[in-house]
């Protein structure tokens, strides 16, 4: 589970190599926001075996959290598109938890953060993740985003 804002250029990149890659993606949520292009996912071949299930896409930047299913299309076509698998590609180590892409985004808008109490950067961040697509922007340095 994931919840992914203002990607720039590709929310989920694939291996895009000659070398077999394995990716399962799950009950993720791409939001995008004044950065993102409508590219949620791309840069794939056919040597990435990609799983996909129960993801949701955002891309139309209207201040509302009204995403869609993503669909196999979405990842691709031809030479651009990966193999898409029928089953998971990727066995955890451990047992995980997997929540609905609504529900992973409830999660991090009540509980991400770098500590145990949000601070300025975590509030701020929440704060253009909610906006759904109207505020936020890709820093390049700290002085943009207030500081150290």
Wanted: hydrophobic share 40%.
């Amino acid at each position: 589970n994931n919840v992914v804002y203002n990607w720039g250029v590709c929310g989920l990149v694939g291996g895009h190599s000659a070398a077999d890659h394995f990716l399962d993606a799950i009950g993720n949520y791409f939001i995008a926001g004044p950065n993102s292009n409508s590219r949620f996912v791309g840069e794939f071949t056919a040597t990435d075996h990609v799983f996909q299930k129960d993801n949701f896409a955002d891309v139309d930047k209207d201040g509302q959290l009204n995403g869609r299913p993503v669909v196999a299309e979405d990842f691709g076509s031809g030479e651009n598109a990966p193999t898409l698998m029928t089953n998971l590609t990727v066995a955890p180590p451990i047992s995980a938890t997997i929540e609905s892409a609504q529900a992973a985004f409830s999660n991090v808008i009540a509980q991400a953060g770098c500590s145990l109490h949000r601070d300025s950067v975590d509030a701020r961040l929440i704060d253009e993740v909610k906006s759904f697509g109207t505020r936020g922007k890709i820093s390049h340095d700290e002085a943009e985003a207030g500081g150290l």
